[in-house]
C-alpha cells in the first residue's frame, strides 16, 4: 500500500496519516509514504512511526493546497509517482486530501492499475466554494476523472460525506470512518517543550485554564473566541480577571492574533505558544479547566477528541463533524457556530459550574472505545482495502 499525503505537519491529517501506517503495518501490510509537499516527515516519529524503516518519495512542492499552481504541478509530478509505485509493487493507494486526490487520478490516467481510495477530511466546499470559473474548471475536471479513476470514497464524518456527494458527485462506495486518537509518544523534544510549558503554567498558578489547541486559522476560530472572551471579562467587570488562555499552535494569522491581543489589552490574559508536540499537547489538556474548539469549519476535530480521551470540560461550536464526535451535555458543550451569545452564554456556564460535575465520565470512555479506537478505524480500512 502507498498512503499519499499533501504534507507532513502538526495536524490531523499527519496524525491519521500516522496511525494508519503503524496500523497497516501491524497486520502485516507494507506501506510506503509519498508527500507531495517540502514537510518535515520526522515528525511522524512523534506519533510512533519508524520513519528510517519506511519508504518515502518526497516531492518538495511549495504548497500542500489544489490551487492554480498546484494544478500545474500536478502534471510534472506524474512520472515519478508512477516509477515510485512500480518499483515497490504497490496494488493499492489511500490519498488524503484534494491536492493528492487530483494528482493521483492523473497518475492513474497513465494506464497504471491499482486500487484507488480517496480519503475526504475537510468541509473543502464550505472553506473554499466553487464560486469562481477557476474553481469550477478544476471542480468539474476532478469530478469527470474520479467518476472513472476513483474506486471508494472514504470521509471521517457524515457531514463531509454529505458534502461531498452534493458537490462532486455520489459515488457507490462511500464509507465514513471516524478519524482515531492518535497515538503519541514522548521523548526528548517532548519533554524539552513540557519543561517550557510547565513554567507558563506555574506563572499563572491559580487561574481558571482555558486552552485552544488548533492550527491558528479563520476557521479555526481564535479570533472569534477571543472576541467572545473580551465580552465575558467586560460583562464580568473585571472580577473574572483570574482566567488564562493557551493558543497552542502556529499559522497564517498568528500575527494578526498576537496584534489582536495586545490591542484588547490581554497580554496578561492570553498566551500564544506556538506548535507544540502533539504528546505535550494531550498533557497539557490535564492541566487546564476548559478546552475550546471554536471552529467556523471542522470536518471532524481530532483535538475536540483528545479532550474527550484527557476527560476534560470541551467547548466547542457546532459545525459540520464536530456534532458526531461531541454528545452535547454529555462528552462536552456545543454552541452555534459563530454565535457570540450563545458562546458566550456558554462560557459564562461552564465557568460559574466549574466545582461541578458536568460530564458524563462512562458515555467518554464508551464512546473511545467503541467509536474512535484505532483498531476500529484499521478495521474499518482494512474492510475498503480489501473490496
Avoid at 464509507?175 to 521523548?187: D, E, Q, T
Avoid at 484588547?264 to 487546564?288: H, R, Y
Wanted: one cysteine or more; charged letters at 20%; proline letters at 3%.
Amino acid at each position: 500500500m502507498a498512503i499519499v499525503a499533501p504534507a507532513i505537519a502538526r495536524e490531523g491529517i499527519t496524525k491519521q496519516v500516522a496511525n494508519q501506517i503503524t496500523g497497516l503495518q501491524q497486520e502485516g501490510i507494507r506501506v510506503c509514504l509519498i508527500v507531495l509537499a517540502e514537510s518535515d516527515v520526522g515528525i511522524l516519529a512523534e506519533y510512533g512511526v519508524s520513519v528510517a524503516q519506511l519508504p518515502v518519495l518526497q516531492l518538495y512542492q511549495p504548497t500542500a493546497y489544489l490551487s492554480t499552481g498546484a494544478f500545474v504541478n500536478a502534471i510534472r509530478l506524474v512520472g515519478r509517482i508512477e516509477k515510485f509505485l512500480e518499483e515497490h509493487k504497490i496494488a493499492g493507494v489511500v490519498a488524503h486530501a484534494p491536492y493528492t486526490h487530483f494528482v493521483m487520478r492523473l497518475v492513474k490516467l497513465t494506464g497504471y492499475k491499482f486500487l484507488l481510495v480517496q480519503y475526504f477530511h475537510g468541509l473543502q466546499y464550505s472553506e473554499y466554494p466553487v464560486t469562481t470559473w477557476r474553481r469550477r474548471m478544476v471542480n468539474d475536471l476532478n469530478r469527470w476523472l474520479g467518476r472513472r479513476f476513483d474506486n471508494c470514497h472514504i470521509s471521517v464524518s457524515e457531514a463531509v460525506k454529505q458534502e461531498i456527494m452534493t458537490n462532486l458527485f455520489r459515488h457507490q462506495e462511500h464509507k465514513v470512518i471516524y478519524n482515531s486518537l492518535p497515538v503519541s509518544f514522548w521523548n526528548d523534544k517532548a519533554e524539552e517543550h513540557w519543561q517550557q510549558v510547565r513554567q507558563v503554567i506555574r506563572s499563572v498558578a491559580g487561574r481558571y485554564l482555558v486552552l485552544i489547541p488548533n492550527r491558528i486559522d479563520y476557521n479555526k476560530g481564535q479570533l472569534f473566541f477571543l472576541q467572545v472572551l473580551g465580552n465575558f471579562l467586560h460583562t464580568s467587570g473585571g472580577a473574572f480577571a483570574d482566567i488564562a488562555v493557551f493558543v497552542v499552535g502556529d499559522g497564517p494569522q498568528r500575527r494578526e492574533l498576537e496584534l489582536q491581543v495586545q490591542s484588547m489589552g490581554l497580554s496578561d490574559i492570553v498566551k500564544i505558544t506556538g506548535a507544540l508536540p502533539n504528546a505535550v499537547v494531550q498533557k497539557f489538556m490535564l492541566e487546564v479547566q476548559l478546552v475550546v474548539v471554536p471552529s467556523y469549519c471542522e470536518g471532524f476535530s481530532l483535538s475536540a477528541l483528545e479532550a474527550i480521551s484527557s476527560k476534560c470540560l470541551l467547548l466547542a461550536s457546532d459545525t459540520g463533524g464536530l456534532k458526531e464526535v461531541v454528545r452535547d451535555g454529555d462528552t462536552g458543550f456545543l454552541f452555534r457556530t459563530g454565535d457570540k451569545k450563545d458562546c458566550l452564554e456558554k462560557l459564562t456556564y461552564l465557568y460559574h459550574n466549574r466545582h461541578k460535575v458536568l460530564l458524563n465520565y462512562q458515555l467518554m470512555e464508551d464512546d473511545l472505545k467503541n467509536k474512535f479506537s484505532v483498531k476500529r478505524h484499521i478495521n474499518q480500512l482494512l474492510e475498503v482495502l480489501e473490496v
